[in-house]
């Protein structure tokens, strides 16, 4: 249940950062772009897709060294949803340089706005839990 509580909430966040970014790049590449209902259902898709890179992570890590490779992955396989999704659905052309470095600097910033999230998150969650424990324990 608690993963599942986890993806939602990354899913939210993405969301609300892709919508946000969005915003941002039309205005640049495509200011005199019409969009249609469509682009709507694309975000929630790939935002959705992309929530599901936490499954790679587990529950207690072993090294520093072992959630730096998962830290990665993560990274690459946002890339590569939000990528190839956007080739797929012609948010951007493949051939115009300035058009992906945008995509792949967009990618770098809202995975890490989520990533500060998620860890102030579970940073208090754990805060809690530790005051919780004492409580318990001095009782």
């Known amino acids: 249940m608690k993963k599942l509580k986890d993806l939602f909430f990354v899913f939210v966040c993405v969301t609300t950062c892709v919508v946000f970014v969005t915003a941002v790049y039309i205005t640049i590449f495509w200011p005199q772009v019409s969009l ?3 682009i709507l259902w694309q975000i929630l898709g790939v935002s959705f897709v992309s929530s599901f890179g936490i499954y790679i992570y587990t529950e207690k890590e072993r090294s520093s060294k ?6 990665i992955l993560h990274y690459i396989y946002t890339n590569a949803v939000v990528l190839g999704c956007g ?3 012609g948010w951007f052309y493949a051939d115009n340089l300035a058009m992906v470095l945008a995509m792949v600097v967009v990618i770098a910033l809202v995975f890490l ?5 998620v860890w102030n998150r579970n940073k208090k969650m754990a805060a ?3 005051e919780r424990l004492k409580g318990y324990q001095q009782e």
């Open 36 to 38: 249609g209902v469509e």
């Open 66 to 71: 072992s959630v730096l490779i998962r830290y």
């Open 87 to 89: 080739v797929w659905f």
């Open 113 to 117: 706005l989520v990533s500060v999230i």
């Open 128 to 130: 809690l839990m530790n």
